[in-house]
């Protein structure tokens, strides 16, 4: 009998909200087991790193690897399954764009470690020690991963065959990239297995759209009692719908909640938050300048909404210099 080509499953920096996104193919993920050798998948599984190291390279068909890397593990784990495998699928918004994670790139290491360690309420260190990669205790040495100046996104580390976006993607759509891989039935090198229409374009809000939108101020949802068939847009509240690529089932919406941008941006777009910004400019009818800024000052928290899922994957800059992983 042929041998069954080799899956390996593994989560970096992720919540394990995309392994639950595979679980959740349900019965299709009997068939998925039926049909494939699963070699690694530490959530469900258990199985020994040390047999992924002596594979030889390439010998695993497919590595699909949610989340972010924020430390020496992820690195080395994310180097280990891009060597063992022919084919490596980046899963969800943490491993494609740096997901909400990378929000951690507004501060630095410090900063980090000053809250969690020293200054949030909860935390008592008389001696206001941080974790170290190496500590010797009792003539043991104990090592923990080093912890990064930044999070890096997966193609930040390693090279990076397809893209799969979401948090976490749908199942329907996870289903669709195992197939297609399995079967060989790629698009080129680099793209992302999900529809290639805005999410506007797929909305059932659209209809309701109406042809000239003008807004001179902005509301967040929980200030307004939002009409469950209006576009979010029209009635002044942010939804990243007309920059953000379709294929999430539009889920949130569903639920009267606005777009976040989870699935990045749209084909030939590099990067979601200015191309919103571009539209967004479009729709204000405000022309003075308190009125400008009054508009803009009613939108709460704009870096963070705007790049809640795509800070490390962003041009702009960081607040502290973005170094190589090796700092
Ligand atoms: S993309 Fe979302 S669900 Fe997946 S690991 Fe990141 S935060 Fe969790
Ligand atoms: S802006 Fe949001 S609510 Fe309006 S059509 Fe686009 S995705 Fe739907």
């Known amino acids: 009998m042929a041998e069954k080509p080799k899956i390996a499953i593994y989560g970096l920096g992720a919540c394990a909200g995309c392994d639950q996104a595979i679980i959740d193919l349900n019965e299709v993920m009997l068939q998925v087991a039926d049909a494939v050798d699963i070699v690694l998948w530490p959530l469900a599984m258990d199985f020994k790193y040390s047999r992924i190291q002596a594979m030889q390279d390439g010998e695993i068909a497919l590595s699909i690897l949610s989340g972010s890397v924020r430390n020496a593990d992820h690195q080395k784990m994310a180097e280990l399954l891009r060597k063992k495998s022919k084919i490596v699928l980046a899963m969800g918004a943490c491993a494609c764009f740096g997901g909400v994670s990378g929000l951690a790139n507004f501060c630095g ?5 000053n809250w969690v360690y020293r200054n949030a309420p909860t935390v008592i260190n008389p001696t ?3 974790p170290q990669p190496e500590t010797d205790l009792n003539g043991y040495k104990l090592t923990l991963p080093e912890f990064f100046e ?3 996104t997966l193609d930040q580390v390693i090279d990076v065959d397809y893209y799969l976006p979401g948090c976490p993607p749908p199942p329907e759509l996870i289903g669709n990239a195992i197939v297609a891989t399995l079967a060989g039935d790629l698009p080129p090198k680099g793209s992302a297995l999900a529809p290639r229409k805005a999410l506007c374009d797929t909305c059932p809000r659209n ?4 042809n000239r939108m003008e807004i001179r101020s902005f509301r967040r949802i929980h200030e307004v009692e939002a009409d469950p068939d209006e576009c979010f847009l029209a009635a002044g ?4 719908g007309p920059a953000t690529r379709s294929g999430c089932g539009e889920t949130c919406i569903r639920i009267n909640v606005p777009c976040r941008g989870c699935f990045g941006p749209v084909p030939g777009v590099m990067e979601s938050a200015p191309k919103f910004l571009s539209t967004l400019s479009s729709l204000l009818v405000v022309e003075r300048d308190d009125e400008i ?4 000052d009613s939108i709460d928290d704009p870096v963070g909404y ?3 899922f795509s800070q490390p ?3 702009l800059g960081q607040k502290i210099a973005k170094k190589g992983l090796e700092n």
């Open 109 to 113: 290491k410090e900063d980090i470690f």
């Open 128 to 130: 206001g020690c941080f």
């Open 150 to 152: 930044h999070v890096f």
């Open 207 to 210: 209809l309701r759209k109406p």
């Open 237 to 240: 509240i942010i939804c990243l």
């Open 293 to 296: 800024k009054e508009a803009i």
């Open 306 to 308: 705007l790049y809640r």
């Open 313 to 315: 994957s962003s041009i």
